[in-house]
């Protein structure tokens, strides 16, 4: 029998109706209480680390959840994590890149309905999770609806749809009746496990709209910001002409030491800052391409670039290795 540590988070998944709504109670015990009689090939202990809507996460529960998984990786099999939908994706991008040379599953899960609620995917999630973590396929995965993504790949694209994530710019596997149909298994690696904590908070997402000002730029760099990923349009890049012209506002916050890196607002196939002048240029000054990472992949690969790298040199490898 396979062990497995489910570590408890909160999110829908775990929610009871409230006067305000629905609030996270359900303690990881009551949660499973919901798979009912079905067979799972594991024992599952059980460990609470929060009971947070996961729009209240802030990046030291991302470490949280590291450690828990660091700590205990010898002695289990792999990881559930229960979470809630909607900062999900950061969580597994997180996950992702704390946890280098990860030898066992993390898998991440959570669902549009509660538990209790009729209806709920709940129960298909929370079975699938376990189903795919007894896989033994190394690597840190979001499993929702059948689907299993790479956690620095997913993204959240529905609020009410069960099929809640994408799998953006890479293959997701299926979990169907004969069992999970992997694209591409990971290799086991070969190198010990590194927790690699310490995360820039002063990293944030400037969403351009036709007419934003430059202005804005020069804002966050003078309250202090060390990285700005700019979501532009298309296949990225930034206003310039005369009438807004991001160009003389990256000079300056490249020369301050402020990484500028240039993702797009379109949710596939990336961005190509050689196709226009909008992005050839401001390349030229500087800026950093986001590449067809997510905004969430680049979110915490930039913090924790920040953190870690010497140089603007190192920051700008770190931000351009594959995911
Ligand atoms: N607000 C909830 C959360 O992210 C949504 C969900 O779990 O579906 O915690």
Known sequence: M????????????????SEDGLVPRLSGGAMLAFLGETSLPCEIEVRELMNLDS???????????????????????????????????????????????LAKPVIITGAQLPLAAPGSDGPRNLRDAFFVACEGVPGVYVVFHGAVIDGGRAKKMHTESFAAYASVNAPLARITARGVRWKERRPVP??????????????????????????LLDMLVDAGYRGVIIEGFGAGGVPNDGRGSFLPSIRRAVEKGVTIV???????DGVDLSRYPIGVLAAR????????????????????????CGSAEEVREAMERPV
């Open 190 to 215: 070969v190198e010990p496990l590194e927790l690699v904590t310490g995360l820039e908070r002063m990293v944030c997402v400037l969403k351009l709209v036709p007419g934003t000002s430059p202005r």
């Open 2 to 17: 396979k062990r497995i540590l489910m570590l408890a988070t909160g999110g829908t998944i775990a929610c009871e109706p």
């Open 262 to 268: 240039c993702a797009s607002q379109c949710v596939f």
């Open 285 to 308: 000054l500087g800026a950093i391409s986001g590449g067809d990472k997510t905004v969430e992949t680049l979110t915490v690969r930039l913090m924790q670039a920040l953190r870690h």
């Open 55 to 101: 729009s209240n996460l802030q990046p030291d529960d991302w470490e949280t959840m590291a450690r828990a998984v660091a700590e205990s990786c010898e002695d289990y099999d792999g990881f559930v994590i229960t979470h809630g939908t909607d900062t999900l994706a950061y969580t597994a991008a997180a996950l992702h890149q704390m946890l280098k040379n």
